[in-house]
Nanobody, 121 residues
Framework: QVQLVESGGGLVQAGGSLRLSCAASGRFLSVNAMGWYRQAPGKQRELVATITSGGSTNYADSVKGRFTISRDNAKNTVYLQMSSLKPEDTAVYYC???????????????WGQGTQVTVSS
């Protein structure tokens, strides 16, 4: 089985910073794209940022210039550095990863359990 474990969430004041981490563990062959999504109360889950295994990144317009996604392929870990946080960034943040478990298997998307980020005004 594949597990994604997030860490680094918490409570921060507006203008502050937080760094989220998400590590993939278990038995698998390779990890392709990894990403972060978030879901605020009463809203749909939305894309925050994604990164390919080659390092190409994509960001939601709402976080461009404030958030940075990165990854350590050797550790199968993706990070989200969040700066200049705003109250509207408050949400549960989920990581996902496109994982191939075995050579004869297709890539499958796995999700973490989520970590709460709360930004106070």
């Amino acid at each position: 089985q594949v597990q994604l474990v997030e860490s680094g969430g918490g409570l921060v004041q507006a203008g502050g910073s937080l760094r989220l981490s998400c590590a993939a563990s278990g038995r698998f062959l390779s990890v392709n794209a990894m990403g972060w999504y978030r879901q605020a109360p009463g809203k749909q889950r939305e894309l925050v940022a994604t990164i390919t295994s080659g390092g190409s990144t994509n960001y939601a317009d709402s976080v461009k210039g404030r958030f940075t996604i990165s990854r350590d392929n050797a550790k199968n870990t993706v990070y989200l550095q969040m700066s200049s946080l705003k109250p509207e960034d408050t949400a549960v943040y989920y990581c996902n990863a496109d994982v191939r478990r075995f050579s004869t298997y297709p890539y499958t998307v796995y999700w973490g359990q989520g970590t709460q980020v709360t930004v106070s005004s």
